[in-house]
C-alpha cells in the first residue's frame, strides 16, 4: 500500500483514512468533534483491547497487499492468527476473569469488563471470517504459482502410495484414538490444542459412538507431496487423519466429523513477595497449562449433539464458540512459505558488520574497549552478540556471564 489511500472500516469505530506511507501522504484536515461531545467524558479514549484489534485488522491488511510478495502475504496471514490467540489466552483471559469475579468497574474509556468483552467477541468474529476470507484469496493465487493444497478427494493413486508410508512412519505412531464414553471420559486438551472429534458406526452391528482424535503439534501441519515441473502441493495433516480413518478405528466408518481447536487461559499473576519466586513461577507455568477454556473454535457441519458433546465437556459456553467453515489454526499457514519460492518472498536481506568490529580483527572487546558499542538489530547483525558471549565464554578473566533473555529460539545458539 505504499503511496496508497485506503479507507478502513473497523468494527467498532468510524471508518478512518489509513497510509502506509504515512511520512510523505498528506497531512489529514482537522475535523470538529460531533454534537454533543464532552472532551471531559470516558469517551475520547479509545478502549485499549479494541485498539489492539485495530491493529490487527491492520497486520492482516497486509495479507491483501499486491505490493507484498505472496508469500509474505501469507505470513501476515499467519502474523495476525497469533496475534490474535495471544491476545484471547491472555488479554480475554483477564477480562473475563474481572467479569467473573462481579467486577463492573469501567475502564478509563468508561466499558466494563463485560461490555469490553462483548465487543471483543463481535470484533474478532469479524476478523477471523476475514482471515478465512483473505486464506480463499491467497490459495487461489498460489495455485496460479503451481502451490497447491489439496484436499483428501483430490489425492491420485501415486498421492496415496506415497501417503500410506508417510502416514506409517511419522504420524501413526504419534497418534491415540480415543473412544468418548462412560468407561472412556473425555481427555484433557491442552492450549492450542487442536483435535479431530468423530462419530463413528460399527459395520457389522450399527453401534455407534463419538470418538476424539487430538491431532499431534509435533508434526508439521501441511505434508509436502511430490510434484512435478517445480510444482508444490500440500495435503492438510487433519485430511490426511480422515483419509486413514479405517487405520485407526478398524471396522468402522465416519458418519460425521468436525475440527476444534481449543485457547486456555494463560494469564499469570505472580506474588512479588513470594518467598521463593523460582518456584512461584513454576507453579503458575503449570497451572497456565490447565487453565479454563477462553475460545472454543468448531469447523461448520458438525452435527448438533457432537458439537454439544464437545462445548459440555469443556466448559464453555455460545459466547465462547466460533464456528468457521475453512481453516482452523490459521497460524499454521506460515508453513507454506518454503526456501523454494524466494521469488515469492522478500529479497535476502543481509545485515552489516560494524566498522569498529571489522578494525579489531573482529575481537568484541578491543572494539568496546575504545568506545561503547550500541547495535541496532537487524540492520546490524546479531552475530556480534553471540562472538561477545563466546569470547567472553572463553576468557579466564570472565568469572560470570548475566543476562536477560527474551523469547529464544529452540536453535538458538545462546
Known amino acids: 500500500m505504499n503511496g496508497l489511500h485506503q479507507t478502513v472500516a473497523i468494527p467498532g469505530y468510524a471508518s478512518f483514512m489509513s497510509t502506509s506511507d504515512f511520512l510523505h501522504g498528506p497531512f489529514p484536515e482537522p475535523i470538529d468533534p460531533p454534537e454533543g461531545f464532552d472532551p471531559a467524558a470516558p469517551g475520547r479514549f479509545f478502549n485499549r483491547e479494541l485498539s489492539w484489534i485495530a491493529f490487527n485488522w491492520r497486520v492482516l491488511e497486509e495479507a491483501s497487499n499486491p505490493r507484498v510478495p505472496l508469500l509474505e502475504r501469507i505470513r501476515f496471514l499467519s502474523i495476525s492468527a497469533t496475534n490474535l490467540d495471544e491476545f484471547y489466552t491472555v488479554r480475554v483471559a483477564g477480562l473475563r476473569e474481572l467479569h467473573r469475579s462481579g467486577n463492573t468497574t469501567p475502564s478509563t474509556d468508561g466499558l466494563t469488563p463485560y461490555e469490553q468483552l462483548t465487543k471483543i467477541n463481535e470484533n474478532a468474529r469479524q476478523l477471523m471470517m476475514l482471515q478465512q476470507r483473505t486464506f480463499s484469496t491467497l490459495r487461489a493465487a498460489l495455485e496460479a504459482e503451481k502451490m497447491v493444497i489439496l484436499d483428501r478427494k483430490a489425492l491420485t493413486e501415486a498421492d496415496r502410495a506415497f501417503l500410506d508410508e508417510y502416514f506409517l512412519s511419522n504420524v501413526f505412531p504419534m497418534l491415540s484414538p480415543l473412544a468418548i464414553d462412560p468407561a472412556h471420559p473425555f481427555p484433557f486438551i491442552p492450549n492450542t490444542g487442536f483435535c479431530l472429534a468423530l462419530q463413528i458406526e460399527r459395520r457389522a452391528d450399527g453401534l455407534r459412538r463419538n470418538a476424539l482424535l487430538p491431532v499431534p503439534q509435533q508434526i508439521d501441519r501441511f505434508i509436502q507431496l511430490p510434484g512435478e515441473g517445480g510444482a508444490y502441493r500440500f495435503l492438510p495433516l487433519e485430511e490426511l487423519l480422515l483419509d486413514q480413518l479405517q487405520a485407526l478405528f ?34 503458575a507455568l503449570k497451572r497456565r497449562r490447565r487453565g479454563e477454556v477462553v475460545r472454543l473454535t468448531l469447523t461448520a457441519g458438525a452435527e448438533p449433539s ?77 552475530d556480534m552478540v553471540v562472538r561477545f558471549l563466546n569470547q567472553a565464554a572463553s576468557d579466564p578473566n570472565v568469572l560470570a556471564i548475566k543476562q536477560t533473555l527474551y523469547r529464544t529460539s529452540r536453535d538458538s545458539p545462546i
Open 250 to 283: 478398524p471396522g468402522y466408518s465416519a458418519r460425521n466429523s468436525c475440527a476444534f481447536r481449543v485457547l486456555r487461559d494463560s494469564d499469570m499473576e505472580v506474588e512479588e513477595e513470594a518467598e521463593d519466586l523460582v518456584r512461584e513461577f513454576e507453579v
Open 306 to 382: 457432537l458439537r454439544s458433546l464437545i462445548m459440555d465437556e469443556l466448559g464453555v459456553n455460545a459466547d465462547e464458540v466460533i464456528v468457521l467453515d475453512g481453516l482452523l489454526g490459521m497460524s499454521d499457514v506460515k508453513e507454506l512459505v518454503v526456501d523454494g519460492r524466494r521469488d515469492l518472498q522478500w529479497p535476502p536481506f543481509t545485515p552489516r558488520v560494524p566498522e569498529r568490529v571489522q578494525d579489531h580483527d573482529g575481537d568484541m572487546f578491543a572494539a568496546i574497549r575504545q568506545k561503547d558499542m550500541l547495535l541496532h538489530h537487524p540492520y546490524e547483525t546479531f
